[in-house]
């Protein structure tokens, strides 16, 4: 007896949807910690951010008699984000149907084919959030933390001098050099000095396994210890670093080690596409059904002074 496609469907929204949509957003800590904190989209063309680039030059202090300092002050500008989308499509031919009838052959069927959707919508956000900015895509990694006169959500460093990562020369912080080839303690230390104003400090370094390894077995292992018990249970081993904790991503390119603040770094998801199942239907002159699996959202940051990386580590003094 064959399965009615409804049937499968349901099947996919219930049991099958909901812990590929978990797989996802734990498939790395970066994608992990982003996602637990996103924020609501609620609508409008761009997600917008507020920029605070200037003080209010008005603060004074006054003797009796004096005139007040009441100057107009350009205080405030706002990035704008525009929606990414993603989709990945499941896709059952009708002979592979016909071949599979009878409830358990066919739902492990459809369960070979939504694992299949999962790995390949886990590497493209894996990719993506790492990535430099491509139309349609997420503003990635690359696109925030790179040095220069980049411009971000609409806004171009040249109109905002302090819209800049802190990586390397050409930093906002003066960071030291983004392209170091030997890492030193010295450095790393001062590549994460320069990602910081007074509390608000870098939470994460994301980095590859040569060079987390490298930085544990130089720097860190006499006092080496888990600090973050429920994301090492999750399956990512990590250390602290200062108030950051530091994890592996395959994703990053070799050489690359990046210092990140995600209270000023995240998700905005619209809600009802956030990784929205769409059912099965019958794909016009085609003997398949197709069913998607669809989000719609950015990644937003509101302070590139507050990011920083380096781009070459190769050795370790």
Not at 34 to 56: D, H, M, Q, T
Not at 161 to 177: E, H, I, M, Y
Request: charged letters at 20%; hydrophobic letters at 40%; glycine letters at 8%.
């Amino acid at each position: 007896m064959s399965i009615a496609i409804d049937q499968i469907s349901s099947f996919c929204q219930t049991q099958v949807v909901p812990k590929i949509v978990d797989n996802v957003m734990k498939s790395n800590a970066l994608a992990y910690t982003l996602f637990k904190k996103a924020k609501k989209w609620v609508g409008g063309s761009f997600f917008e951010c507020p920029i605070w680039f200037a003080k209010n030059t008005n603060a004074e202090s006054f003797v009796d008699g004096a005139s007040l300092t009441i100057g107009k002050v350009e205080e405030v500008t706002k990035a704008q984000y525009p929606a990414a989308r993603y989709n990945v499509a499941i896709v059952l031919e009708g002979l592979d149907l016909a071949k599979n009838k009878g409830t358990p052959a066919v739902l492990n069927l459809v369960k070979e084919k939504t694992n299949q959707a999962e790995l390949a919508l886990k590497d493209l956000f894996g990719t993506d959030i790492i990535a430099d900015f491509a139309t349609g895509k997420l503003y990635g990694l690359g696109a925030i933390c790179k040095t220069g006169t980049t411009s971000l959500g609409g806004i171009s460093s040249g109109d905002v001098a302090t819209w800049k990562s802190s990586s390397g020369l050409n930093g906002q912080a003066g960071g030291p050099d983004a392209t170091t080839t030997a890492l030193t303690q010295i450095l790393l230390d001062q590549h994460y000095t320069s990602c910081k104003i007074d509390s608000d400090q870098p939470d994460l370094l994301i980095t590859t396994d040569a060079i987390w390894s490298g930085i544990v077995n130089k720097y860190i292992a006499p006092n080496m210890r888990y600090t973050d018990g429920k994301m090492a249970d999750l399956g990512f081993e990590n250390f602290k670093y200062r108030q950051a904790m530091a994890y592996t991503d395959s994703h990053v390119a070799a050489g690359d080690l990046y210092f990140l603040n995600s209270r000023h770094l995240g998700f905005a998801i619209f809600p009802d596409m956030n990784f929205k199942f769409i059912p099965f239907d019958m794909a016009v002159n085609s003997d398949v059904r197709v069913a998607h699996i669809r989000w719609y959202g950015t990644l937003w940051c509101d302070s590139r002074r507050l990011q920083g990386w380096m781009s070459e580590v190769a050795t370790f003094a």
